[in-house]
């Protein structure tokens, strides 16, 4: 799950997809030979210019080893385009991770494309979700008569689910929920969530957006997918751009109840022909390779309670995040405090109104957390001392 600013529009050419598709799992086959070259770690995030990109909540660390092999052996499919077959073996390796049915599993970036969906069947309705938030499925909506229902967060800056839960209406065609969340990172307490989702899926459909979910160890024990494999009327979503170090291959998946997933498969959403041989390649193995994953996931929290102890040294409120980024209060502007920091080699995320002295800073390598902590400190030191 990325920004609202930093999604790309759905193209129905397939043809474009493979191309990047192509472009970006040829890059992930040459990482190691890049790194040994510059002397630089896998997936690590600095731009040519020497710009360390902490913006979009991209893995730093890389995929899993087992994704470059995948995506050379991959390379030979390239001419054709995915088969049934190719897909339906993906479906059932996530369906057995996830507990659900093959055919509850929609291979894809769907988010837009369910939006379009929940407008496009249900006619003009509206979309509930937390905001600042991500807004991808409630902006596809809107150009075919979805309106949006925003609900700020609490004072903790957490999901506010007793105005999420009032905000459902009549004509309600999906409560869009992203736990934990983003930008804030903070999670809904499992039970309390549990309930939420419960109550809310008796009036319309709940997608709970997940994408973050994978930097906690006790993910599988608060993950929705428990409801859906339970009836209930929920739509869980996952991306493969985050801990598995995917993003520039656009592949995730969605798990639906079993009524939704055939309907979407009719509209085209999630089929062989929207998929690309080099992404579905590089979801299979990164998928079957657990353990990097939990060795991202304990390099991760690690340097979260790194940032989390510069923070509290020099006195910043911070939420209590829990992805792959920290979520805090500079006490400046936030157009002050990113150009500053742009200037000392560090990109952070956009801001996040009302929030407009908060920093969204994604967590990278030991070094390049050291980087962006020294740069932070210089400038809040510069503009700490400036007049105003």
């Known amino acids: 799950m990325t920004d609202i600013t930093e999604t790309t529009a759905i193209d129905p050419d397939r043809r474009r997809w493979l191309r990047v598709g192509l472009g ?24 040519a210019s020497g710009v ?12 899993s080893p087992q994704v470059a092999p995948a995506v050379q052996r991959a390379l030979a499919q390239v001419p054709r385009y995915v088969t049934d077959a190719q897909l ?49 499925l409630v902006d596809a909506a ?25 905000a459902i209406g009549p004509d309600t065609r999906a409560l869009f929920v992203v736990n934990p969340h983003n ?19 008796a009036r319309t459909l709940v997608i709970v957006d997940e994408a973050y979910l994978d930097y906690r160890d006790d993910a599988a024990a608060l993950s929705a997918v428990r409801l859906l494999r339970q009836g209930q009327n929920v739509v869980v979503f996952r991306t493969l751009g985050k801990i598995h170090a995917l993003a520039g291959l656009q592949v995730g ?39 990097h994953s939990a060795q991202v996931r304990r390099s991760v929290a690690a340097e979260r309670r790194r940032w989390q102890q510069v923070l509290a040294e020099l006195a910043l409120r911070s939420t209590e995040a829990t992805g792959n980024f920290v979520f805090f209060d500079s006490g400046h502007p936030h157009a002050q405090v990113a150009a500053a920091l742009l ?19 994604s967590i990278g390598t030991p070094e390049e957390n050291r980087r962006a902590q020294q740069a932070l400190r210089a400038v809040l030191a510069q503009v700490g001392a400036a007049p105003g």
């Open 183 to 201: 930008p804030s990172g903070t999670l809904s307490p499992g039970a309390a969530f549990d309930r939420f989702v419960s109550a809310a899926q």
């Open 52 to 63: 360390l990109r902490l913006d979009l909540n991209e893995s730093s660390y890389g995929p």
């Open 253 to 291: 998946y969605a798990l639906a109840p079993r009524t939704l997933a055939d309907a979407l498969r009719q509209r085209g959403v999630g089929g062989a022909h929207a998929q690309n041989q080099l992404s579905l390649a590089s979801a299979g193995a990164a998928l079957a390779d657990a353990t």
């Open 88 to 136: 339906q073996a993906l479906q059932v390796q996530i369906a057995g991770l996830e507990g659900v049915a093959p055919e509850q599993v929609i291979v894809g970036e769907v988010l837009e494309a369910l939006g379009q969906h929940l407008a496009l069947s249900q006619g003009a309705g509206s979309f509930v979700y937390a905001v600042p938030g991500y807004g991808a």
């Open 24 to 47: 970006g799992a040829a890059s992930v086959a040459l990482l190691p030979t890049l790194a040994q070259a510059r002397g630089a770690a896998p997936g690590a995030t600095a731009t």
């Open 142 to 166: 809107r150009p075919f008569g979805g309106r949006a229902i925003e609900v700020p967060l609490n004072a903790a800056l957490e999901n506010d689910l007793p105005a999420l839960l009032a």
């Open 343 to 361: 200037q000392h080699g560090v990109r952070i995320a956009r801001v996040f109104a009302p929030y407009d002295t908060w920093l969204r800073i």
